[in-house]
């Protein structure tokens, strides 16, 4: 708009101020509607990408807000120590629902027994509400073992495939084809994960459903991306370190150990992180091989060693599928509902803001 | 071009001229045999029939413009090349101490710790100035922690860094300026006692004062090491080397003496380069 002053100008001059006339003769008065619908596309545009963007921060307000405000409520109390201790430190209970000298009673299953055997004779018509009471203390354990046990599993085959890859591996037509097998491990839905490990893990091999078999489905889920995280970190190590090291007549497992792997580690420890919170997020791949609805011992409660792997076990995420899918929705679901996705994002939210704590800090350890 | 690719038989008289140790007999101490070596990376050759003879103790500099193979040279000296894929000696051979580096039946491992190198670009580890130096140490299985004490002092001293650094051992190589940095790699290739040190253009990102530190220290390291020096820096290879070897696309066109070939070169091509016409 400020051009104004040069469209007026005569034409003439040298050839560059000439050509700067003919470029903006069409914006000349007569052509002025033309000029408005530029405007108003511009301001469309402009629009629609900004609310593209902000449609981002009001679904994540929405959805942090909702389950902030609702768990909240199940997760802290309004008296110290103002966190509700028995929902993450008990079993789930069933709740029970009856109404007794006009007052409305809503008890667990303990405090329902305890509370008969104080009104001997009375028979209260009392309707039950599954998981409704109690806690969530299972599955936070059941999750962090399945965490546990199926990173271990893809940081030593995801590391070793990693060094072989980058640091041995020559490029030929096999390694082309690791690599499409890699990119397409990473697409495979996570329920065929679940499906997989159905078939070959629980029924094939027989192991049920189980920690185990939890472990290795997880753990081939998450592979891909420890395995391309883990070769970039490896990359990623400057080449001068390896020649360093090799010209001081280091072996090449030497130079890798002592000299490449270290330095790569930090990397390969944060993107693993990320790894972690998706094995604990995920539903599909243990709700046919690793977890239970409901299960009373603790997973270690076992009768013999052994059969600590073989277990099934309670996790958070499909309890909050059961008790959000599986059972009759009422006003005494919601409490366990929105408690166990608060504690689950929570969980979920410390274990990323770890990665990035680690990877500043190993960053400004270690730069060449 | 033709007549540049027709050099190495005019060169060649000149390498025979060489006090040659004859193969199979038993060499002078550490002394290194090219001969017939052409070298290839796939498909492009990029070293043609280099005969060329490294006597030991003395300081050879390998000179002449970038990409003509020099380095590429070097680096076949202490199978560095294994590590690029493609890269191979498609004949000929390199010999030290008359024994054929390329045989199958040579140990890689025990090869690079008797042929040590220094690089270009300066490469201490992420470690202390101390675990640098004892790296090539453990590395070997040295253990007692006296000798690696004593050692590192000694390459420290010999790579003339020790009074700068004997303070600070167990702070960061990362910390040392560029020249110290170079020094220290040097300092790191001495500790393992290599029979032969290689050096790729060691100043080519150092200043005029670290780089004479370096250039007096490969003088005082000759008396001990056989040294082969990759330089762009003509004046570097008159101060500090004993012969020079001049280097066109791939061809090895003459070696001499270093006063003969900066006072008074064979080939035209030589004096060319010396002089700055080319390169």
Redesign the interface.
Known sequence: MTNDEGMTKPEGGDASSSSFVIRHSSFRPGHSSLRRRGRVLERTTFWLFRLATYFVLIAAAIIFLDIGIKGGRTVFTSKPPFINLPFLTEPPQTLYVFEFEGKKMALGDREFRQWKTAHPGIEPDASSVAYSAGGIWPCIVGTALLVIGSMVLALVIGISSAIYLSEYS??GPLIRLVRVAILNLAGVPSIVFGLFGFGLFVIFFGWNVSLIAGWFTLGLMVLPAIITASEESLRAV?Q????????????KW?TIR??VLP?AMPGILTSSILGIARVAGETAPIMFTAAYAMKDEMPWQVAKFTDFVFQGVMALPYHIYVVSSKIPQNEYTERVQYGAAFVFLFLVMLIALTSIVLRERSRSR??? | MVSLLEMPETASPLTMNEPASSPGAPADHASIEIANLDFAYGNHEVLHNINLNIPPRAVTAFIGPSGCGKTTLLRCLNRMNDLIDGARITRGAIRIEGVDINEPGVDVVDLRRRVGMVFQKSNPFPKSIYDNVAYGLRIAGVTRRSLIDEAVEKSLRSAALWDEVKDRLHVSGYGLSGGQQQRLCIARALAVEPEIVLMDEPCSALDPIATAKVEELIRQLKTQYTIVIVTHNMQQAGRCSDRTAFFYLGNLIEVDDTTKIFSNPAQRQTEEYITGRFG
């Open positions: 020559r490029n400057p001068g370190l390896r020649e360093g090291s090799l010209a001081l007549g280091a072996s030497q002592k000299n330095y270690l730069s060449w």
